[in-house]
T-cell receptor, first 111, second 113 residues
Framework: DVKVTQSSRYLVKRTGEKVFLECVQD?????MFWYRQDPGLGLRLIYF???????EKGDIPEGYSVSREKKERFSLILESASTNQTSMYLC??????????FGEGSWLTVV | DAKTTQPTSMDCAEGRAANLPCNHS???????VYWYRQIHSQGPQYIIH???NNETNEMASLIITEDRKSSTLILPHATLRDTAVYYC??????????????FGQGTRLTINP
């Protein structure tokens, strides 16, 4: 069965902390994405990656970075968390032309 | 940049067909249209996708206009469990040729008993 696993479902972090959100897929997909979802704003693309070590900025990359050292893992990094980064974060993966698969989401609260 | 436009909310009576529109006027010839839905606190669930032709599966039908500038998702016999936010997504080329996914704001569909 297809799987996209986000390592943490619920996190609470302090302002200024470094935060890592991990996403792992078992489908050998080239493309991986990180979105954040906020009430009234829908899903907004933060970063995506189309191959190992390759990345491209999405619509709202400020305050975030990403890492893709292995094909199956795509990490989202908040270098210094701020309260306006409190949100639900969604990872997605796809192979070109095929179905998109989503993780279950990570709820991050920054206090 | 490519974008999709959807109505913010819609209502439909249980048992009737729900028709959800999406405009994607800047879509290019080889970009797919996908539909997903999301129930509160869960990850988006795949419904259907298409390129040019109309598509049907066990969940829904997808009608894409001939010029491909808009599409309609049809849930033929809506049930209360179809209440969700429905997203229309197109795949567009990013700066380095990679494909990225562009979401609309989503339509909050409420099925009424």
């Amino acid at each position: 069965d297809v799987k996209v696993t986000q390592s943490s479902r619920y996190l609470v972090k302090r302002t200024g902390e470094k935060v890592f959100l991990e996403c792992v897929q078992d489908m050998d997909h080239e493309n991986m994405f990180w979105y954040r979802q906020d009430p009234g704003l829908g899903l907004r693309l933060i970063y995506f990656s189309y191959d190992v070590k390759m990345k491209e900025k999405g619509d709202i990359p400020e305050g975030y970075s990403v890492s893709r050292e292995k094909k199956e893992r795509f990490s989202l990094i908040l270098e210094s968390a701020s309260t306006n980064q409190t949100s639900m974060y969604l990872c997605a993966t796809t192979q070109t032309g095929n179905t998109i698969y989503f993780g279950e989401g990570s709820w991050l609260t920054v206090v | 940049d490519a974008k999709t436009t959807q109505p913010t909310s819609m209502d439909c009576a249980e048992g009737r067909a729900a028709n959800l529109p999406c405009n994607h006027s800047t879509i290019s010839g080889n970009e797919y249209v996908y539909w997903y839905r999301q129930i509160h606190s869960q990850g988006p669930q795949y419904i259907i996708h298409g390129l040019k032709n109309n598509e049907t599966n066990e969940m829904a039908s997808l009608i894409i206009t001939e010029d491909r500038k808009s599409s309609t998702l049809i849930l033929p016999h809506a049930t209360l469990r179809d209440t969700a936010v429905y997203y229309c997504i197109v795949r567009v080329r990013g700066l380095q040729g990679a494909q990225k996914l562009v979401f609309g704001q989503g339509t909050r569909l409420t099925i009424n008993p």
